[in-house]
């Protein structure tokens, strides 16, 4: 039987089986070079695609991979990798970024405190009068005050009095009540007050006009001591 002396035949291997891939199954950051510190990134693979793998860095945990019409690197722990990187090459690659310092603010210094005034609220009680200055008994006579704003702000005049006391007793013989209206004042602002009193009683005794601003004290002022003054004076026994 003759024998064959033809060579055996030799099957070329496949190319595409001898490059390894990697396949991506999360979205998958690309860098310039094989670290995070490598920003911007360049862009980023999604869940499915695949690439060619063509080498590693020196430590093996970042691939660089065909990346669009270029390369790019991708970190190796989250490739799953199709062929054998064992005959791949392995390079240093870019150089490492050397970060740019941080910019420190400068402390901006808080603004100025600035002096707002306070409010300085107080009333004051001037030029009380009684007129005539020595009432007759049983004849009306006029008394009055007026009342200033020293304040630095717009107040109210608040309630004021003004009443016919008989000392010795304390008996309240004539009074305005609650009738003085309070008014607004502008600082540095007046208001003339007056009323007619008739005393027919506690006659030959000493008798006290008392003018009272602010009754119930309101308002709170920086002075409440200027909020009342007392005239005196001795009815006559001259009734009609």
Known sequence: TPTSNAAPTTFPTSDAAAVPMALFDRQQNV???????????????????QA????????????????GDGEGWVYAPYVT??????????????PTPIP???AIPTAVPP???????QPSLNLVLVDPFIDPPQPNCGQPFQVGMTIRNDSNQRISTGLSRIQDVHIASGTVTASSG??????????????????????DVYVNETHRVEFIVDVNNNIAETNENDNRIGVEYTLPANCP
Do not use: Y
């Open 81 to 94: 990798v199709q062929g054998s990187t064992s005959n791949l090459p392995r390079e240093v690659g870019p």
């Open 100 to 102: 740019q310092p941080t």
């Open 178 to 199: 609650d009738g003085l209206i309070p008014v607004d004042l502008d600082p540095g602002g007046t208001h003339r007050v007056a009323v007619t009193f008739t005393i």
């Open 52 to 67: 060619e793998i063509l080498s590693l860095n020196l430590t093996g945990d970042w691939f660089k991979v065909r990346f």
């Open 111 to 117: 603004p100025a405190a600035t002096n707002t005034p």
């Open 31 to 49: 860098r310039r070079g094989p670290g995070t510190e490598f920003v911007p990134i360049l862009g980023t693979f999604a869940p499915g695609d």
